[in-house]
């Protein structure tokens, strides 16, 4: 029990209590062991105690509508759960899963209850714990929602990346073309010895001025590579994104089918047992009616 108490004394919750209080509610918990891969419950079930982990961890999780397995927590030794049912007393909210052979302390909701009327500023503590578990939630919501792609795509970009998505764009642009046609120009009225004084330092074939064009050439050929790289990157989480929206939009649409069907069944079993009231009360007249007089 000593043991417990220690352990109680590093939690945040049981801070506040005397070593004699944290000694009084270790011993009114319970020690409970799980394998690995053993499920202490799922969402929808009873929330009847709360649990602090002596030792292994304990991952807490839902599944979304399409499935999907999403971890809220990993609770290691010290780690609290369970704490959102001992409010209200209503059902789990996630499911919980030993993911190595823990240890964990049990204390029933009525424990905890006594616990919370003897040691009021005990709440406080509690509901920061569920404060920090909902920001952690709303975490990731916001990461399960619609994205933007333009958005998805500039947090992934790096400075190279648009070094060369600007470069590619200013080469794909009507002033680019025009810089260069009068730089040939000028280049090639100044190597033609048409102006007197001057001489040509680059004369017909223009060879200086070839290799300058060819490495410019290769150059913007490989920057125009790499835009095209991002651009197809973005189109992949473009992709993903419409995917999940479709997702979405399909089990909205399965979900609106299940009502439908649901409020079908529903009224035709009305209208079944008016018919039969109907009938009942129909028959029993005209056995009334045929009834001889006395």
């Known amino acids: 029990m000593a043991e417990d108490a220690e352990l109680l004394a590093s939690i945040p919750l049981f801070q506040g209590l005397e070593p004699a209080e944290r000694a009084?509610?270790?011993a009114s918990?319970?020690?409970v062991s799980y394998p690995k891969g053993k499920l202490l419950f799922r969402t929808g079930d009873p929330g009847d105690a709360l649990y602090v982990v002596r030792s292994g961890k304990i991952e807490l999780s839902v599944r979304d509508h399409a499935g999907g397995h999403i971890v809220?927590?990993?609770?290691?030794?010290?780690?609290?759960?369970?704490?959102?049912?001992?409010?209200?007393?209503g059902a789990r909210t996630a499911n919980a899963e030993a993911v190595e052979t823990s240890e964990l302390l049990l204390l029933e909701r009525q424990d905890f209850l006594t616990f919370v009327r003897a040691n009021p500023d005990a709440s406080l503590g509690l509901l920061a714990?569920?404060?920090?578990?909902?920001r952690k939630t709303d975490q990731l919501l916001r990461g399960r929602v619609a994205r933007n792609v333009n958005v998805e795509a500039e947090q992934k970009r790096e400075m190279l990346d648009r070094v060369a998505e600007a470069i590619a764009g200013f080469a794909g642009s009507v002033p680019f073309v025009l810089i260069h046609a009068a730089f040939f120009a000028v280049w090639i009225v100044l190597n033609l010895d048409i102006i007197p004084g001057l001489s040509a330092f680059d004369a017909f074939p223009f060879g200086l001025l070839t290799m300058a064009v060819s490495l410019e050439a290769i150059f913007l050929s490989v920057?125009?590579?790499?835009?095209q790289n991002l651009q197809s990157a973005k189109e992949r989480v473009r992709a993903d994104i419409e995917y999940e929206i479709n997702l979405k939009a399909e089990l909205e649409v399965s979900q609106l089918h299940?009502?439908?069907?649901?409020?079908h069944e529903e009224l035709i079993a009305r209208l079944n047992r008016v018919e039969i009231q109907l009938g009942t009360a129909g028959s029993a007249a005209q056995a009334r009616q045929t009834r001889p007089q006395a």
């Not at 920057?223 to 835009?227: A, I, K, Y």
Request: glycine residues 12%.
């Open 24 to 26: 009084a509610l270790a």
């Open 29 to 31: 918990m319970t020690r």
């Open 72 to 89: 809220l927590d990993h609770c290691e030794p010290g780690g609290l759960f369970g704490e959102l049912s001992m409010f209200d007393g």
């Open 129 to 134: 714990m569920v404060a920090g578990r909902l």
């Open 223 to 227: 920057f125009v590579l790499l835009s």
């Open 258 to 263: 299940e009502k439908v069907d649901h409020l």
